[in-house]
């Protein structure tokens, strides 16, 4: 029987490690070719690992939380395997497995099996003193230059894992810090919140997409010169057609007629007059794109994630529905796929939903124009010198990277969505 590694495959080409979100097969446990074996958390979606060939998993690796990169193996499947059986043990393998104090188990099997343990033996008697430790406590104890001898094991097997190796670490360096008067002076400075006596509180660990959001978040704000401008929109001819047509819309081709088509008809017609709002900088030269993907934000359980309407100026508003609606849903299952959020042009994000009345929405990079909608609201509008009418009106927002688009450009490019918004029938015109 043939001892197969199960290693973290290419993921895509701008990802290159993820995290061990969860282990949906244990040890022992039989898997067939195609089972899905273990959930890994990236930057952007949630990918399963399945198996390539029938067998029982001998051992994992890895841990529930541990940072993997492509390549590595996080997992030993013994092939055409019986739960509960002996398994030859991988080379690989050998160095993360408990090591047993007692000698060696007689091999069991072929003579194929038998022959490959005849040249261990030498190399298993000098690992016998070594301390039971996972990969990751091992890897951690060289960067840090622990002895794994001396660490102090909490696991109730006697396993070394890298929290103790961490502990292990802070402990040693505790004799250093001790003369010095500095550390006793900073906890009076500027105590943290978890360290004041009586408090609750509750400590979470950020996942990865989060962890990536906030990074590229910061590093726009850092790298793009980005500026805001508003305008609001009158939305009762949008509404009249709404209501009007809604049953029939809906009859014909199965999905409700909502805002979002209108905005993204608005918007590609907007962008085909002010072009630099659908390009982006690279290097010293300007990306302009002669093609219409737009993104649209969809606020997903672990963080915000933006799928893509690709070749938007060439589909109707019931196939913009169609497309959103069925981004939507993956989105909040957490089923979309990288190529569904890689490539687009301009984002549009509705803070509306959520009850937004105003907002200077954040670029998503390498884009430079992004359209805030927010919350239709009834206020008192004048129609003339004369005359006031209650209107159901929208702030919009266009935050735009003032490095290649002007304030000139933006605004009008702003005002030119507010005026197809605000005639609909112009938007069938503008194709």
């Given at each position: 029987?043939?001892?197969?590694?199960?290693?973290?495959?290419?993921?895509?080409?701008?990802?290159?490690?993820?995290?061990?979100?969860?282990?949906?097969?244990?040890?022992?446990?039989?898997?067939?070719?195609?089972?899905?074996?273990?959930?890994?958390?990236?930057?952007?979606?949630?990918?399963?690992?399945?198996?390539?060939?029938d067998g029982i998993i001998q051992e994992v690796l890895r841990?529930?939380?541990?940072?993997?990169?492509?390549?590595?193996?996080?997992?030993?499947?013994?092939?055409?395997?019986?739960?509960?059986?002996?398994?030859?043990?991988?080379?690989?393998?050998?160095?993360?497995?408990?090591?047993?104090?007692?000698?060696?188990?007689?091999?069991?099997?072929?003579?194929?099996?038998?022959?490959?343990?005849?040249?261990?033996?030498?190399?298993?008697?000098?690992?016998?003193?070594?301390?039971?430790?996972?990969?990751?406590?091992?890897?951690?104890?060289?960067?840090?230059?622990?002895?794994?001898?001396?660490?102090?094991?909490?696991?109730?097997?006697?396993?070394?894992?890298?929290?103790?190796?961490?502990?292990?670490?802070?402990?040693?360096?505790?004799?250093?810090?001790?003369?010095?008067?500095?550390?006793?002076?900073?906890?009076?400075?500027?105590?943290?919140?978890?360290?004041?006596?009586g408090k609750p509180v509750e400590r979470m660990k950020l996942?990865?997409?989060?962890?990536?959001?906030?990074?590229?978040?910061?590093?726009?704000?850092?790298?793009?010169?980005?500026?805001?401008?508003?305008?609001?929109?009158?939305?009762?001819?949008?509404?009249?057609?709404?209501?009007?047509?809604?049953?029939?819309?809906?009859?014909?081709?199965?999905?409700?007629?909502?805002?979002?088509?209108?905005?993204?008809?608005?918007?590609?017609?907007?962008?085909?007059?002010?072009?630099?709002?659908?390009?982006?900088?690279?290097?010293d030269e300007v990306l302009l794109k002669k093609f219409y993907?737009?993104?649209?934000?969809?606020?997903?359980?672990?963080?915000?994630?933006?799928?893509?309407?690709?070749?938007?100026?060439?589909?109707?508003?019931?196939?913009?529905?169609?497309?959103?609606?069925?981004?939507?849903?993956?989105?909040?299952?957490?089923?979309?796929?990288?190529?569904?959020?890689?490539?687009?042009?301009?984002?549009?994000?509705?803070?509306?939903?959520?009850?937004?009345?105003?907002?200077?929405?954040?670029?998503?990079?390498?884009?430079?124009?992004?359209?805030?909608?927010?919350?239709?609201?009834?206020?008192?509008?004048?129609?003339?010198?004369?005359?006031?009418?209650?209107?159901?009106?929208?702030?919009?927002?266009?935050?735009?990277?003032?490095?290649?688009?002007?304030?000139?450009?933006?605004?009008?490019?702003?005002?030119?969505?507010?005026?197809?918004?605000?005639?609909?029938?112009?938007?069938?015109?503008?194709?």
């Amino acid at each position: 029987m043939n001892v197969i590694e199960i290693k973290v495959p290419e993921l895509a080409e701008s990802i290159s490690e993820g995290t061990i979100a969860q282990w949906l097969k244990n040890v022992g446990d039989n898997v067939k070719k195609g089972d899905n074996i273990v959930e890994l958390e990236t930057d952007k979606v949630n990918i399963e690992i399945s198996a390539d060939y029938d067998g029982i998993i001998q051992e994992v690796l890895r841990e529930e939380g541990d940072t993997v990169e492509v390549g590595d193996v996080i997992a030993v499947l013994k092939e055409n395997g019986e739960a509960g059986g002996e398994a030859t043990q991988a080379p690989e393998a050998a160095e993360s497995k408990e090591e047993a104090k007692q000698p060696a188990v007689e091999p069991i099997g072929t003579a194929q099996e038998k022959q490959p343990q005849e040249t261990q033996p030498a190399e298993e008697r000098k690992e016998t003193d070594r301390p039971l430790a996972s990969p990751a406590a091992r890897k951690l104890a060289r960067e840090l230059g622990i002895d794994l001898s001396k660490v102090e094991a909490r696991d109730p097997l006697g396993r070394v894992r890298p929290e103790d190796v961490k502990a292990a670490s802070e402990k040693a360096a505790q004799p250093e810090q001790k003369p010095a008067k500095a550390p006793e002076k900073k906890p009076a400075s500027a105590p943290k919140t978890a360290d004041v006596p009586g408090k609750p509180v509750e400590r979470m660990k950020l996942s990865r997409r989060r962890q990536t959001i906030a990074k590229r978040l910061v590093e726009v704000q850092q790298t793009a010169a980005m500026l805001t401008t508003f305008n609001e929109v009158d939305m009762t001819a949008i509404n009249d057609i709404r209501k009007r047509r809604k049953d029939a819309f809906l009859q014909q081709n199965d999905v409700k007629l909502g805002y979002m088509s209108f905005f993204t008809k608005a918007v590609v017609g907007a962008l085909k007059q002010f072009p630099l709002l659908n390009a982006e900088i690279q290097g010293d030269e300007v990306l302009l794109k002669k093609f219409y993907d737009i993104g649209i934000a969809v606020g997903a359980e672990e963080g915000l994630v933006v799928p893509v309407v690709r070749d938007a100026d060439k589909l109707s508003f019931a196939g913009i529905e169609k497309e959103i609606l069925s981004l939507g849903k993956k989105a909040r299952d957490n089923k979309l796929t990288l190529s569904e959020l890689q490539g687009g042009t301009f984002t549009i994000t509705n803070g509306g939903i959520f009850g937004s009345l105003m907002s200077t929405p954040i670029l998503n990079a390498p884009q430079v124009g992004i359209l805030g909608m927010h919350g239709i609201k009834l206020r008192p509008v004048a129609i003339d010198a004369e005359r006031m009418e209650n209107r159901p009106m929208m702030y919009i927002a266009l935050s735009y990277d003032h490095r290649i688009v002007d304030g000139r450009e933006a605004v009008s490019f702003l005002a030119k969505v507010k005026e197809m918004l605000e005639d609909p029938e112009s938007l069938l015109l503008q194709g």
